[in-house]
């Protein structure tokens, strides 16, 4: 059974006891009064609300805040609630300012507001964190797309290798291209020989007349490093391509295919041509590799002639030397 609320200790005494500063006696009056029944036990509620309230807040006397913290915070139950109403109070210091609370920091209002508030500022946070890096990643791709591009247009603006290969072509167009492979071959008019004072003419001599940014030779069958004077081919700066011109026997070969090796073998260079003309009663081909391929040295070119049913028989090697100026 309950005692009735007429017998309820006042405000005082109440204070005191929450405080530690009664009797034994008198403390037990207080428990009889508020442990006699729940509804007297949340009146014993409420007035620990309002203690902690006045403390967070700073209402107690010296004495009263002493007594406070050396009794009431005793318990560990009392000292989180103390915390609960210390933070809520911050809070609504931030929002409201000085303002009056409407409600005690401990009424179960704000004890949930301690709950929710500091999960909703985490989901805040998370949610404008994903945001920038959104958008960081959204600027990264624009910049890389827009790189692309511009790499892009720079390629496309720059000539291919073939675009460059052709440019002293179209300088000279009196110049026929003896770099494909359905290339008429040209017939040279030979040159009367120089001799000097001292020295007959040597075969270099014999060459095609030069023109601008192409090199010439003519090959003759038999020449070889090994016996007799070698055949010389000198390549001036500025030079684009080379012209071999050799000299094959007449078999009726459809078109002809060369192999350019140096001295050690290694391949630097493959064309081939159609049959072209005569001179003297011998088929004369042209190859035309670019002058680039070249360094100061010996080399030997191979021909194959690829005869109507398209079996090849071979049809010359030559060995020169090249100097370059």
């Known amino acids: 059974m309950s005692v009735p609320r007429s017998k309820a200790p006042d405000e005082e005494r109440l204070a005191g006891y929450l405080l530690g500063r009664l009797t034994e006696e008198e403390q037990e009056g207080v428990e009889r009064f508020y442990f006699g029944g729940e509804e007297n036990l949340d009146l014993l509620a409420a007035a620990e609300d309002d203690l902690i309230d006045s403390y967070v807040r700073g209402e107690l006397t010296p004495r009263e805040r002493e007594r ?53 500022a985490c989901l805040l946070i998370t949610a404008g964190s994903a945001f920038l890096v959104y958008r960081m990643l959204a600027a990264r791709r624009a910049d890389e797309a827009a790189q692309s591009r511009r790499a892009e247009e720079d390629r496309a603006a720059q000539p291919t290798p073939q675009q460059q290969s052709t440019l002293p072509q179209q300088s000279t167009p009196q110049q026929p291209d003896s770099q494909s492979a359905r290339e008429t071959p040209l017939t040279p008019q030979p040159t009367s020989p120089q001799p000097t004072n001292s020295q007959p003419a040597s075969p270099q001599t014999t060459a095609p007349r030069q023109q601008p940014g192409v090199a010439s030779i003519l090959l003759t069958a038999g020449t070889s490093r090994g016996g007799g004077a070698s055949q010389t081919l000198n390549i001036a700066r500025g030079a684009e391509r080379v012209k071999l011109l050799a000299e094959v026997s007449g078999q009726g070969y459809q078109s002809y295919e060369a192999s350019l090796r140096t001295a050690e073998g290694a391949e630097v260079w493959r064309g081939s041509v159609k049959a072209g003309g005569r001179k003297r009663g011998a088929a004369v081909v042209a190859f035309t590799p670019p002058a680039r391929v070249f360094r100061s040295g010996d080399y030997t070119l191979s021909v194959t002639g690829l005869r109507s049913d398209g079996g090849p028989d071979a049809a010359g090697e030559y060995q020169f030397r090249v100097s370059r100026r």
Not at 70 to 79: A, D, V
Not at 85 to 113: E, I, S, V, Y
């Open 68 to 120: 406070f913290e050396e009794f009431f915070l005793r318990s560990p139950e009392r000292r989180e609630r103390v915390e609960t109403a210390r933070a809520l109070d911050r809070l609504l210091k931030k929002t409201q300012g000085d303002a009056p609370h409407p409600a005690p920091l401990t009424h179960p209002r704000f004890r949930r507001a301690a709950l929710w508030l500091p999960l909703a």
